[in-house]
């Protein structure tokens, strides 16, 4: 249940200090667990067959060693055992010396994509199959927790580009939306977290809030009637 693939970093996946960006980092998750999920039979088209879709609840990676541009990565990642709602999967990133240079894991949901509801998905994964447990990021996937200090405000209305297969803001999108709304400078990240709250439908406008302390940025995504769409979480380094 183990599953790798190498990818081509580009200089479009990087910023402008030559460190990969959020949205790269979670692009990456995404392709090798949907190409996971294709060779373990849970794959995006099996499942839309079913009136399935695979979400994002929750993401999280933490950054151990820099990648520079051009290079050629290593990609892992393995599900954990399936539960009933939630499902876990984990990633390493290797730079091109074989070091870990990302860990990452996210929790993923089955919604039906009619009623647009979650559903048990236990069922669609391989019987009898063997698990890898091992944890990319060591702890369990929590809930954002909001912090107190200076706001300021940022608003985006999702494009065209922004929307995928399932019909809404793809889940790598909203790294870009928090950090254009931070706009962090030469401050290399150290761990990005996402929760995704309710789906972001085409054109539907978001206010961003950013709150910072000592140690972390917080940034939460609402829509102009005030629902809570996303949160990010983001640690920098020095």
Not at 25 to 45: C, M, P, S
Not at 73 to 84: G, Y
Not at 172 to 194: C, E, L, R, V
Not at 200 to 214: M, Q, W
């Amino acid at each position: 249940m183990e599953y790798s693939k190498e990818f081509y970093l580009r200089s479009a996946d990087f910023d402008m200090y030559e460190r990969i960006t959020p949205k790269t980092v979670l692009e990456l998750f995404q392709d090798i667990a949907e190409k996971h999920a294709e060779e373990i039979g849970n794959g995006f088209y099996t499942l839309f067959s079913k009136n399935l879709l695979w979400v994002t609840a929750r993401t999280k990676f933490v950054v151990e060693k820099n990648i520079a541009k051009y290079s050629t990565v290593k990609v892992k990642t393995w599900p954990l055992t399936p539960q009933r709602l939630i499902f876990r999967r984990e990633y390493l990133i290797y730079n091109p010396d074989g070091e870990i240079a990302i860990r990452g894991s996210t929790d993923w949901m089955i919604i039906n994509c009619v009623t647009r509801t979650i559903v048990p998905g236990a069922d669609t994964f391989p019987e009898n199959a063997k698990y890898c447990e091992e944890l990319a990021i060591n702890e369990k996937l929590r809930k954002i927790k909001e912090i107190d200090g200076e706001k300021t405000f940022y608003e985006v209305t999702p494009q065209y580009t922004d929307i995928d297969l399932n019909g809404h803001v793809n889940n790598t999108k909203y790294a870009d939306f928090a950090i254009n709304a931070i706009k962090p400078g030469n401050k290399p990240i150290k761990s990005f977290q996402a929760d995704y709250h309710k789906e972001v439908l085409p054109g539907e406008k978001l206010k961003l809030t950013v709150v910072s302390n000592s140690e972390k940025t917080i940034v939460k995504g609402e829509n102009t009637e005030g629902e809570k769409k996303f949160t990010c979480e983001i640690v920098f380094g020095e």
